[in-house]
């Protein structure tokens, strides 16, 4: 952060502090360090991915996924579970990040809008599925450190049939 | 070389009095066979009328294997019509949905159909003048499906001209629609919040027997329910109970508590768990609702509406609702390995928007290819499909309180675990495939 310590109050991200925290977040999915992914949202923090193009009500349009930390500390816990038959064996992802652009900054409002198209693969036994998307990072300095909002991750096809997505984007 | 086609005897001996042959699941002549017979002799869900609201709304879908166009008629009712052109095969309508007016115009070569299939104009129509045309099946416009039967909103088609009328094709099995749509204070349901399409590699029975089978969710789901319940169980004392945690934790109920939740059992493979109580009873109040009901249909009745609390009901061929969350589910057959599962929602008009809310989220949860339920579901289908192939067993096992004097009997309610609804299917399932051999 630009003022020297991060615990002060209005402490501000760079434009690189901003890039390197998505890109780190790609990696840890890709790492399947996902107890340490959770900690990078904030605790009113939730993940979206929508069902419909340019969706823009979470509640009453369905999405694919709209979860809050719960739901997505569900998700880690289960995938660790030794009677979890879906991932017995596992699935694998990879994500390719084209640069993260820096959408809009508020420090004001302590608010960061980051904009990223990726290409993401999830893989199991044979099979390799490959998805194009963009991910939408809504981020906020929390006791100095960088933390997710909302990740919004918006399919191209959004709309289409889908097999088994297990893992995150 | 065809083991089945015209062979109504060998297609019967597939399904014993408690066991299914495997043939049933994974062979691709049976699967032709299905979509040429069980597909056409049985009332299939096309769509529901709220998708087709105004006079030229329409809607693509398929029965079976058939492309079919649902669209109103400037008559104001729901007509289906198979959805290609008598001249070269183009599919008429093309998008999912849409309004066409009053006519639906070929795109390759104009030819024009009112919205009830009949021939309006060519746009160059000398040339047909004594080459028969006027006799052939072309002239007569889009094939439209004489029986089709809006049931409260639910519109229906059955493909061959004869075969059982749609009362006595579902009986009292209908009552499940009428709870559904009696929860709303104006008795009107509204397509809404989207549609989620999950592909499965296997075949479309598998769905229709998961429906009823009550000995599944504290096995298969325990990753995902027992997680939610483990985690909700740390919570601090006093923590509100999230709406997600409402939903999850049912799923871990105990055998004890499914065998007591029965089961009613329909004649032609239809069904229902939860008779008695559910996995959906206890989800919290949604403020106001009551008193919406109540003023819509006095008190007594709006506490009997609320007070069924009906699980899975299943109608024979594909398809299962839920009234106590106005969900349904539709099992499209693409293949005999392969299967498009839609999962729709509805509005209860005039009720709140929460009631909306919690359905959506039910849908996306336990329904959406991201649902950590149905990748659970979908593992167990995807290894039965390739399981079923090992010799030695050829047959699928049913005899779950399996009693022969059920062969006699109709309209019953029985223990929760009973596997006769699934036993039921696949008798149907033999009627039907042969009912026009």
Known sequence: MKRNDPRIEGAVPSDKELVDFVLREARMLDQQRFEDWLTLFADDGYYWMPLEWGQTDPKLVCS???????LLSVRVERLKGERTFSQKPKSRSHHVLQMPHVESRDEAANSYVMWTSMHYVETRNDEQTLYAAWATHHLAVEDGKLRIKLKRVDLVNCDAAFGNIQLFM | MSRYAGDAEAIRKLVREAEVHRDVFVDEELFQLEMEHLFANTWVYVGHDSQVANEGDFYTTTIGSQPVVMVRHTDGEVKVLLNRCPHKGVKIAGETCGNTGKVFRCPYHAWRFRTDGSLLSLPWTQGYDDTGFKDSPAAKGMTRVKNVHNYRGFVFARLNDEGPGFEEFFGDSLSSFDNMVDRSPAGKLQVAGGVLRYMHNCNWKMLVDNQTDTCHPMVAHESSAGTAKAMWQKAPEGTPKPM???IFVPFMSPYEDFDKMGIRVWENGHGHTGVHHSIHSDYS?????????TAAYGEERAKAILSEARHNTVYFPNIMIKGPIQLLRLFKPISANR?????????????????????LMYNRLINAPTSVVGHDDLEMYERAQEGLHANGNEWVNMHR??????????????????????RNTYRAWAHYMTLDM
């Open chain 2, 285 to 293: 109040a949604i403020p106001g609702y009551f008193d919406q009901m």
């Open chain 2, 401 to 422: 309180l399996f009693d022969p004097a059920e062969l006699t009997q109709k309209n019953v309610i029985t223990v929760g675990t009973n596997e006769w609804v699934m």
């Open chain 2, 244 to 246: 997600a945690v409402e």
């Open chain 2, 339 to 359: 299967t498009l599962v839609e999962s729709w929602t509805f509005r209860l008009v005039d009720a709140p928007d929460l009631l909306l809310e919690r359905t």
């Open chain 1, 64 to 70: 694919l996924m709209y979860e809050d930390k719960l």
